[in-house]
């Protein structure tokens, strides 16, 4: 899921689903028109665990993929790496992305590109990182997206990591794996595909990486003390009256919730520190890539 900031709406810069009714929405935008800010599955500890595991320093040029509008954009740029960039495929994204500003030297930019195909230079990112996107995508969409961050990538400096949904146990049963990535499509309206953590890393190691570091977390984004912590007192009570203010958004909210809860015991949120594997060659050219779309 994406991350925002109200700024935005005060800046007079749309969000992504506007226009769209509270029925029809991505749950993800819906709860961003309501004002949360942290979406990730594992909320701001885990993202805070994240970029402390990549280790961002001023030498950095950060590369962050489904960016959203910036919320762990700015935390990034508190670590004043030497560049970041910040890709999304949504328009009303990149325009709030391009807003942002950096406190120190930071060259700061956003571009409209999908993750599979930045169009980005070869190997000019020390750090890549990506939250709660690539469950979203079906499987060969996951591959050609972590191909694309091992093109992007440094050789000898290169870091990556992900935060993203994910399913419990390794040993889950086929048949109730499938029964709730059904409820969770039908509950937030995007094709969530969550790997377990074996899955997970499986998949980053057949695309020419090695996982250095895991961490998990329970998957407790619309609990009331998740909402606090990620929000803050006075967020959370704001979110909370507009969505009684708001009956329809207010039905979404209280069934994905719903979802979650019948779901816990099985659904939970990691996030994997991994490096380039030096025996492994770089991802494909472009034209190999899309050979595989």
């Given at each position: 899921m994406a991350t925002t900031d109200h700024s935005a709406l005060r800046n007079g810069i749309s969000l992504p689903g506007?226009?769209?009714?509270?029925?029809?929405?991505?749950?993800?935008?819906?709860?961003?028109?309501?004002?949360?800010?942290?979406?990730?599955?594992?909320?701001?500890?885990?993202?805070?665990?994240?970029?402390?595991?990549?280790?961002?320093?001023?030498?950095?040029r950060v590369v962050e993929l489904a960016a959203g509008l910036g919320a762990t954009a700015r935390l990034t740029l508190a670590r004043r790496p030497a560049a970041y960039t910040a890709v999304d495929r949504d328009a009303a994204a990149v325009a709030a992305l391009s807003a942002l500003t950096a406190p120190g030297a930071t060259q700061v930019r956003a571009v409209r590109s999908d993750a599979a195909d930045t169009r980005l230079p070869d190997g000019d990112a020390t750090v890549v990182y990506g939250e709660a996107m690539l469950t979203m995508q079906p499987e060969a969409?996951?591959?050609?997206?972590?191909?694309?961050?091992?093109?992007?990538?440094?050789?000898?400096?290169?870091?990556?990591?992900?935060?993203?949904?994910?399913?419990?146990?390794?040993?889950?049963?086929?048949?109730?794996?499938?029964?709730?990535?059904?409820d969770l499509r039908e509950a937030i309206h995007v094709g969530a595909r969550p790997l377990t953590p074996t899955a997970w890393s499986d998949l980053l190691a057949d695309e020419g990486f090695t996982v250095t570091a895991r961490r998990t977390a329970p998957m407790a984004l619309l609990e009331p003390r998740r909402l606090i912590a990620d929000e803050g007192p006075?967020?959370?009570?704001?979110?909370?009256?507009?969505?009684?203010?708001?009956?329809?958004?207010?039905r979404r909210v209280?069934?994905?919730?719903?979802?979650?809860?019948?779901?816990?015991?099985?659904?939970?949120?990691?996030?994997?520190?991994?490096?380039?594997?030096?025996?492994?060659?770089?991802?494909?050219?472009?034209?190999?890539r899309h050979r595989d779309q």
């Open positions: 506007d226009g769209l009714d509270a029925a029809r929405v991505p749950g993800h935008w819906l709860l961003a028109r309501l004002g949360k800010r942290v979406l990730r599955p594992g909320g701001v500890e885990l993202t805070r665990w994240m970029l402390d595991a990549l280790g961002v320093d001023p030498e950095d969409a996951k591959r050609r997206i972590v191909r694309e961050v091992r093109r992007l990538l440094d050789d000898s400096t290169g870091r990556y990591a992900i935060h993203e949904l994910c399913l419990l146990p390794d040993d889950l049963d086929p048949a109730l794996a499938e029964r709730i990535t059904h006075a967020p959370a009570l704001r979110i909370a009256g507009r969505a009684l203010r708001d009956p329809a958004a207010l209280l069934h994905m919730r719903r979802v979650f809860r019948r779901h816990s015991a099985h659904l939970g949120a990691i996030s994997l520190l991994a490096v380039p594997t030096p025996s492994r060659p770089r991802g494909g050219t472009r034209d190999d």
